[in-house]
């Protein structure tokens, strides 16, 4: 056991400890100890062999008993007590800047968080605002040091990650001492960001996969490699894990290593429940040890009694408790999507034509396709004057003509000014089959300012839709501090669809917001907010963050019979 796994084990115990609400002293006491071992110039084990632990300096009797157990059996039993008390995964909400040991205990104690998944998602909802102490900055301000701290530990955007996932995936197929290969752990649940990317793989021969997989062209080192798992890192600095499995054993390591942990380790504790043991390796009888499934996932969540759960919703956000009752969503599909709302034309600030847009369109089977330019305050975007908007409407009315296997409608992404009002006259706004309102300018007022703003915007009878609610660009933009119950109910009273923009920086809503939304019976359009016929690809993601948020296809406008999306829009 080397000196720095001793230093870090009393580092834990003084932060648990400061959790808990121990005194000032003794968790000195812990850190003191820490940094003399820390910085020792021999083995620590040496040191305990031969007794002289109390010579170190800042080691008292009773500490020198605990590194002792520690070094000679590999647990403290101590740690393990302390654990018990407090969960060791609280440790890393310590790491958000602005969270001391009172705040992390807090939010243990009075709301049950203990990773950083949850902690977002009370943030998110404004759970913490009513908590003593807390309030709506300090939601913000740890919202911003998550965010801070997913952009400093080198998370990448999701499109990024797919980009690398599908590319590396196509060369693995082509090994022939492969059987089964597929992406696993973030990627595979479509979160917004990934930490490192995850690909599973049966096969007899893992030697052989190993090497195949570390002589990828992209890969820039190999960090680790041994039979079961390789580690590389590509040449954006994203790292990739490769696990190699028995065939027997694939569908539970791939249910395994999708995770999310938070949901595997509700997994697992089911799984005990029901007198089984769940690992990577299979589903085993506790008693007997004897293997009973294993190589399909779908027979691992059949046999603890679930239905299938689709890997989006692998977030314990209660999913595991839908799937005991048969009360999961049947989230919307991939191939549900007949077109796309936002999408900017050479009229704006996109790089293409409407007829080349259109065509595009045509080639993903897309029943229709709205164009959604910006409105005329939009200087920077070419926003459109009252009379372009007209030469617009009449050359969407010949492409109308044109192609009649495919419907375009006539849109704006039309700005919405300060005080809520919008940046066209309503006579103008009427002339189009719909209207995003969105806010480009004046990022800079308060949440509560902000939630007027929209709500006034929403109220105007001829917006439609509202686009990127929360404005935020994932890692370089929070959120607007809304008060998101506020707009939902806005939203829904004046039958306004929010936009899952699913733009790759943006995906908002997000998946939590999103659900918010369904749970009020609120209606969400998707689009991609295209700016070349390239963007349009981005329209999964959009898609993905709709299922991360258990949408179904009814709560979806684009996947409506284009007769009925023109009834609604008419209104
Ligand atoms: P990431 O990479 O931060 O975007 O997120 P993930 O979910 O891909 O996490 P990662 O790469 O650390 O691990 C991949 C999966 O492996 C994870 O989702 C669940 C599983 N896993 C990893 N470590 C543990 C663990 O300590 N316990 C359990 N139950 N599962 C784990
Ligand atoms: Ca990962
Ligand atoms: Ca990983």
């Known amino acids: 056991m080397n000196n720095q796994t001793v230093a870090d084990l009393l580092y834990k115990i003084a932060d648990l400890l400061d959790i808990r609400g121990d005194n000032f002293f003794k968790t000195r006491a812990y850190r003191i100890a820490a ?5 020792l110039d021999e083995d620590i084990e040496a040191a305990v062999n031969e007794k002289r632990l109390q010579d170190i300096p800042g080691i008292g009797d009773a500490l020198a008993k605990k590194i002792q157990e520690f070094v000679s059996t590999g647990t403290l039993d101590y740690f393990e007590r302390l654990k018990k008390e407090i969960p060791e995964g609280i440790l890393q909400l310590l790491k958000i800047p602005t969270l001391g040991p009172k705040k992390v205990a807090a939010l243990y104690k009075e709301l049950g968080i203990t990773t950083i998944e949850q902690l977002r998602d009370a943030c998110t909802e404004g759970k913490l605002r009513d908590l003593d102490g807390f309030g709506e900055i300090t939601e913000r301000n740890i919202l911003r040091g998550i965010q801070l701290k997913e952009k400093t530990s080198g998370r990448v955007l999701l499109n990024v990650a797919y980009e690398e996932g599908r590319n590396y995936l196509e060369y693995l197929k082509q090994c022939k001492d492969i059987k089964q290969v597929s992406i696993a752990g973030s990627l595979r649940r479509w979160k917004e960001t990934i930490g490192d990317l995850d690909i599973l793989a049966s096969s007899d021969e893992p030697d052989a996969v190993m090497s195949y997989f570390a002589s990828y062209d992209g890969v820039q080192r190999v960090i680790l490699q041994g039979s079961t798992k390789t580690s590389v890192l590509l040449h954006n600095d994203l790292q990739v894990d490769l696990r190699v499995v028995s065939t027997k054993s694939f569908g539970a390591a791939l249910q395994y290593f999708t995770g999310s942990k938070e949901h595997n380790v509700k997994m697992r504790s089911l799984a005990i429940k029901q007198g089984f043991k769940l690992n990577e390796y299979g589903l085993f009888d506790k008693e007997t040890e004897a293997f009973l499934v294993g190589q399909h996932e779908e027979e691992v969540y059949k046999k603890l009694g679930l239905s299938y759960i689709d890997p989006e919703l692998r977030e314990n956000r209660g999913e595991i408790k839908a799937a005991t009752t048969k009360k999961l969503p049947t989230l919307v599909d991939y191939n549900d999507i007949a077109g796309d709302f936002h999408v900017h034309s050479t009229w704006s600030d996109g790089a293409d034509t409407i007829e080349v847009i ?14 959604a330019d910006h409105s005329q305050s939009l ?94 660009l994932i890692g370089r933009r929070e959120a607007y501090a809304l008060d998101m119950n506020k707009l939902l109910e806005a939203a829904k009273e004046t039958n306004t669809f929010l936009e899952i923009n699913a733009f790759p920086d943006r995906l908002d809503l997000n998946d939590v917001h999103a659900k ?17 016929i390239k963007n349009l690809s981005f329209m999964h993601f959009g898609i993905a963050t709709a299922r991360r948020g258990w949408l179904e296809k009814k709560d979806i406008l684009n996947t409506y019979s284009l007769k009925d999306i023109k009834h609604i829009l008419e209104r």
């Open 516 to 532: 918010m939304a369904k749970d009020r019976g609120i209606t969400c359009v998707l689009g991609t907010d295209a700016h070349s």
């Open 35 to 39: 940094q003399k071992i820390e910085v």
């Open 358 to 371: 259109v065509q595009q369109a045509q080639k993903r089977d897309y029943e229709f396709i709205g164009i």
């Open 379 to 472: 200087k920077i975007a070419q926003g459109l004057s009252e009379e372009r908007v007209e030469k617009k409407r009449k050359e969407i009315e010949k492409l109308n003509n044109k192609y009649d296997d495919i419907h375009i409608f006539c849109g704006t992404e039309c700005d919405i000014k300060s005080d809520g009002t919008l940046d066209y006259s309503n006579k103008v706004l009427q002339s189009f089959d719909f209207v995003y309102a969105a806010v480009h300018m004046g990022l800079k007022m308060d949440g509560k300012e902000m939630t007027k703003r929209l709500v006034t915007a929403m109220q105007n009878d001829y917006v439609t839709f509202l686009a990127h609610p929360t404005g935020r």
